[in-house]
């Protein structure tokens, strides 16, 4: 079983890279076009996958390890949402008022 670890490494390494690309947005692709990387990482075993994962995809580097979120999470922490609840509000107590 031990003799079959660096394939299965090897696979898994290939397996993943390969989906890490289709998953990554082109406009993150650095290099080469996507497709390129697609077929770079599976003729080369090896080769292919290590060279995806350091130098084919642009890396989000953040100081606390974790990736700030660029959209909002939920409505109650959008502004612009806040803003349009707080207008109806006034919206219907004007119109309670008269």
Same mark, same amino acid.
């Given at each position: 079983?031990?003799?079959?670890? +660096?394939?299965?490494?090897?696979?898994?390494?290939? /397996?993943? !890279?390969?989906?890490?690309?289709?998953?990554? +947005?082109?406009?993150?692709?650095?290099?080469? +076009?996507?497709?390129?990387?697609?077929?770079? /990482?599976?003729?080369?075993?090896?080769?292919?996958?290590?060279?995806?994962?350091? !130098?084919?995809?642009?890396?989000?580097?953040? $100081? $606390?390890?974790?990736?700030?979120?660029?959209?909002?999470?939920?409505?109650? %922490?959008? +502004?612009?949402?806040?803003?349009?609840? =707080? %207008?109806?509000?006034?919206?219907?107590? =004007?119109? %309670?008022? %008269?």
């Amino acid at each position: 079983m031990l003799r079959y670890l +660096p394939f299965l490494l090897i696979l898994a390494l290939t /397996i993943y !890279a390969f989906i890490d690309c289709l998953n990554t +947005p082109e406009e993150d692709v650095k290099h080469l +076009p996507k497709v390129v990387w697609v077929i770079i /990482i599976l003729l080369f075993s090896i080769v292919g996958p290590v060279a995806w994962l350091f !130098a084919g995809r642009q890396r989000v580097r953040s $100081g $606390g390890g974790r990736a700030r979120r660029t959209q909002w999470v939920a409505p109650d %922490d959008n +502004p612009e949402f806040l803003k349009s609840l =707080r %207008d109806e509000q006034e919206k219907k107590d =004007r119109d %309670d008022k %008269d």
